[in-house]
């Protein structure tokens, strides 16, 4: 069973920068659409932003273009989310997720397709 961590979550002011990790073990992430999402009570979970494996084709929330960032590292078997200029209805918890299908063809990627693989999240709060 492949295990997902999240890593870089912490207290940041209004404004502020984070960079978020996703690792795998016992998981090739490159050969996986990999997403990153937002959980909180107000708004549910929400999907921020998404990578697919075949030429990493990007995806953003509307809300978050230009200010998130989401990349690939495969030598280090990672996908990094960086967010600029955070606001505090971000706040939440951000998790990563994986499609259950490998090796899938080049395409855009969404918030839609099944992701089945998921990391426990680490916390993100922004407070002034």
């Known amino acids: 069973q492949p295990q997902f961590m999240e890593f870089g979550g912490g207290l940041v002011e209004p404004g502020g920068s984070l960079r978020l990790l996703c690792t795998a073990s016992g998981f090739t992430l490159d050969w996986f659409n990999v997403a990153w999402f937002r959980q909180s009570p107000d708004k549910g979970r929400e999907g921020v932003a998404a990578?697919?494996?075949?030429?990493?084709?990007?995806h953003y929330a509307d809300s978050v273009k230009g200010r998130f960032t989401i990349s690939r590292d495969n030598a280090k078997n990672a996908v990094y989310l960086e967010i600029d200029n955070l606001k505090i209805a971000e706040t939440g918890v951000y998790s990563c997720?994986?499609?259950?299908?490998?090796?899938?063809?080049?395409?855009?990627?969404?918030?839609?397709?099944?992701?089945?693989?998921w990391g426990r999240g680490v916390a993100v709060t922004v407070f002034s």
């Open positions: 997720a994986a499609e259950e299908r490998a090796h899938q063809p080049p395409g855009p990627v969404d918030f839609e397709r099944p992701y089945v693989f």
């Open positions: 990578i697919s494996s075949a030429h990493s084709i990007t």
